[in-house]
């Protein structure tokens, strides 16, 4: 058996919550919309955009601060920025964003139990969604 990594349960742990967040966003045939520019396609085509980025553990797995995004906003127009930051404002406004960003400024320590836990919970939400 191979040696658990926190890099690598890390990946682990990114994986798992892509797919939380893009079947939690799906409707009841699979199909999600992107948040910035409204492409619909199945949820295995999109992706989970972070509005504070991926690099801040603070809000790496908070999903007020995770949506989906196409591959062209989310890669390409390198998250699209301009049209995600006015969809959270209309969504959460200003008090709930400015606490967002207080989170990703904030120094968080995730051991490898944490994301083995993490990991454990979204596997249990993902198992009760329609597939």
């Avoid at 196409?70 to 995600?84: E, I, L, P, Q």
């Avoid at 209309?90 to 400015?98: D, F, H, L």
């Avoid at 207080?102 to 968080?108: G, I, N, P, T, V």
Wanted: aromatic residues 12%.
């Amino acid at each position: 058996m191979r040696k658990v990594t926190l890099k690598g349960i890390k990946r682990k742990a990114d994986l798992i919550f892509s797919e939380y967040i893009r079947r939690l966003n799906s409707d009841s045939d699979g199909w999600c919309i992107c948040i910035t520019c409204g492409d619909i396609k199945p949820w295995k085509q999109q992706q989970n955009g972070h509005y504070f980025p991926r690099n801040r553990l603070g809000t790496r797995f908070h999903e007020d601060n995770c949506h989906v995004q196409c591959t062209a906003c989310n890669v390409f127009k390198r998250g699209n920025y301009t049209a995600y930051a006015a969809y959270m404002y209309r969504k959460y406004g200003s008090a709930k964003v400015e606490h967002l960003e207080h989170l990703s400024r904030q120094a968080l320590k995730l051991t490898i139990a944490d994301y083995q836990t993490m990991i454990a919970g979204w596997k249990q939400m993902i198992a009760k969604m329609k597939p």
